[in-house]
């Protein structure tokens, strides 16, 4: 039973450690065991999610999560951010929010391999948080989100990787009691992909330059996908994440919905297809907001539409 555990654990994150088949110039492109309490509000309203409640304590499930990615190298922890802390330093009152990336590129460079564009939500993300009515959730991405997202066709891995995690929370929380929201999406649903005029190395050398310059952006993570698939002996054409974001911005759209901690802070996806073509691509901040049930804002997700439409055309133009 050990040495099964294990190996279950050394599959379960969906990308590495540290990404198209309809691309043009510009393309925008419950299942549950027990029923939960309706009057939660933090996390339901969103959806392709898997939402957990019923937890005792929030720092021991966090701790006993990264206790077993520290004990397993293939398993690679690629940022924690702790978004409360980060909201308090521009004074905004946001409960506790926290988040951890990881994964195994054994895992996620297969479904990469299927569909480059599946990097835009790798790595796998967990968020812990704790509502204003002191309700403890922790939740993360529907794996049937990113099927259908990415069209990667009820994937052999994907059932090994949604039954998985599941085992990995309920060990580490304590809780059984969760809850799969579905969202009905279509192939590329909500992403923003734009063509770019140079090659990959050159483009993400763009993008960086430009997330360096711009006031109140700090670049948070960066992943090559490409590099960490090489370690493990597999292929895989330049895929690369850049994590970035602003807690003056995304702090307050969070205190409204914390479950928008999966798609924040934003990402961008530099990466090249077989031809040699590279691409930009995101996700489309009106998607986003549709998706975590967001209402209100409009100013601040037209400033954020806005900047990620000109950080994104000056890199690939």
């Known amino acids: 039973m050990k040495s099964l555990y294990i190996l279950l654990l050394l599959i ?6 540290n990404n198209p088949s309809e691309t043009s110039k510009e393309t925008q492109s419950s299942n549950s065991e027990q029923q939960i309490d309706d009057t939660r509000k933090t996390a339901t309203q969103s959806q392709g999610i898997v939402v957990y409640d019923s937890i005792d304590d929030l720092d021991i499930a966090y701790t006993n999560l990264k206790a077993i990615f520290d004990k397993n190298p293939s398993i690679g922890i690629v940022a924690e951010i702790n978004h409360s802390l980060n909201a308090r330093k521009v004074d905004v009152d946001l409960p506790t929010t926290k988040a951890i990336f990881f994964g195994n590129p054994n895992l996620g460079t297969s479904l990469m391999q299927v569909n480059p564009l599946t990097g835009l939500d790798l790595p ?23 099927n259908r997202r990415y069209a990667l066709e009820n994937h052999k891995k994907l059932p090994v990787i949604s039954n998985t995690l599941k085992a990995l929370i309920e060990r580490t929380s304590g809780s059984q009691n969760y809850q799969s929201i579905e969202l009905e999406v279509s192939k590329h649903q909500g992403i923003v992909t ?10 993400l050398d763009r993008l960086m330059t430009i997330l360096e310059r711009k006031k109140g952006l700090k670049v948070i993570a960066t992943l090559d996908h490409q590099a960490n698939a090489k370690k493990a002996g ?14 003056k911005i995304g702090s307050p759209l969070m205190e409204t919905q914390q479950s928008l901690a999966l798609d924040l802070p934003q ?8 031809t040699g073509q590279s691409f930009v691509s995101y996700n489309d901040i ?32």
Not at 234 to 247: C, K
């Open 286 to 317: 009106y998607f986003l907001k549709e998706r975590h049930q967001i209402d209100g804002h409009d100013r601040a997700f037209k400033k954020i539409n806005t900047v990620l439409d000109k950080i994104s055309s000056e890199a690939v133009e």
């Open 234 to 247: 597999l292929e895989l054409t330049p895929t690369y994440l850049v994590v970035f974001g602003n807690p």
């Open 124 to 146: 796998q993300k967990v968020i812990y948080i704790q509502d204003k009515n002191g309700k403890n959730q922790i939740i993360y991405n529907d794996v049937e989100y990113l």
């Open 194 to 203: 734009k063509e770019s005029n140079y090659n990959f190395a050159s483009t």
């Open 12 to 17: 379960v994150c969906l990308s590495c450690k």
């Open 267 to 274: 990402k961008m996806l530099v990466w090249e297809d077989k």
